[in-house]
């Protein structure tokens, strides 16, 4: 099975051009803060979340751009114009986690509201959201994997390949590998949130966890990081991070459950 993009642009309208890419984020983030509002009220809350949401949207987006920019400094500092110009993709999940996750330790501490009732539901939403947003990558025709001529496979035109893979025609759809992976994150959280026999704690660490894994096995396709820490991609290395951070939480809230 052959995955070709039928091109970066939905439509024009009066000579502007509406990409893909934005309409899918745009979709994206309504269904996540729409089950994110869900969970949040399903466990006694009010409109608190729905109504940090468009804040939370705002600089979550300005993170995962400025940490972009920043993983590509030396791009972005010879082309600065092009800060600005995100219609055809260029934000980092990483940069909006750590953006959000500031903004919320702040305004948490302010409001002596437990962070982790915010977080929880965030999670569940995100990581649908994130299952929905991948595909922008397929209509951009980036993010993709090593070159790769299986049974599913992704044709990247000649004009989008790196100059090192520009005699071959297939790579791995790595953005359809973490899509599915996102969704099986949400199905996980979902089920424990319905339940409602996990604590916040225990289901944003798992969020982490479980979300670092995934990009730990993406990225071990992906061939386009550019920034390397130690010898390994950063987005590897924050993953890890994740892992980490995530499984110590877990333990942590296990340990204070059963104590």
């Keep these: 099975m052959i995955l ?16 893909w890419y934005g309409i899918i984020m745009a979709f994206a983030i309504l269904i996540g803060a729409f089950i994110a509002d869900w969970a949040y009220k399903k466990n006694g809350g009010d409109d608190l979340l729905i109504d940090l949401i468009p804040w939370l949207v705002v600089i979550g987006f300005a993170g995962a751009r400025l940490y972009y920019c920043i993983l590509n400094f030396s791009y972005y500092l010879a082309h600065p114009l092009e ?26 501490k302010k409001k002596k509201v437990d962070i982790f009732n915010i977080l929880a539901p965030l999670c569940l939403g995100v990581s649908f959201a994130q299952s929905i947003g991948r595909w922008g990558n397929f209509f951009n025709s980036e993010a993709f994997g090593k070159p790769f001529d299986g049974f599913l496979k992704l044709y990247i035109t000649p004009a989008l390949r790196p100059e090192i893979y520009r005699h071959n025609e297939f790579f791995h759809p790595t953005f359809l590998y973490e899509s599915v992976l996102d969704l099986l994150i949400f199905v996980i959280l979902f089920l424990l949130i319905r339940k409602n026999n996990s604590s916040p704690r225990f289901v944003t660490f798992l969020y982490f966890m479980l979300y670092g894994i995934v990009r730990i096995i993406v990225e071990s396709f992906r061939i386009d990081s550019v920034v390397y820490i130690f010898g390994q991609p950063v987005a590897l290395v924050v993953s890890a991070l994740l892992v980490i951070i995530g499984g110590i939480g877990i333990l942590l809230d296990l340990k204070i459950k059963f104590r």
């Design 4 to 19: 070709s993009s039928p091109g970066a642009v939905a439509l024009d309208v009066f000579g502007l051009s509406v990409y």
């Design 83 to 108: 800060i600005l110009n995100v219609r055809q993709g260029g934000l980092s999940i990483h940069g909006m986690f750590l953006a959000c996750i500031i903004f919320l330790t702040v305004y948490c």
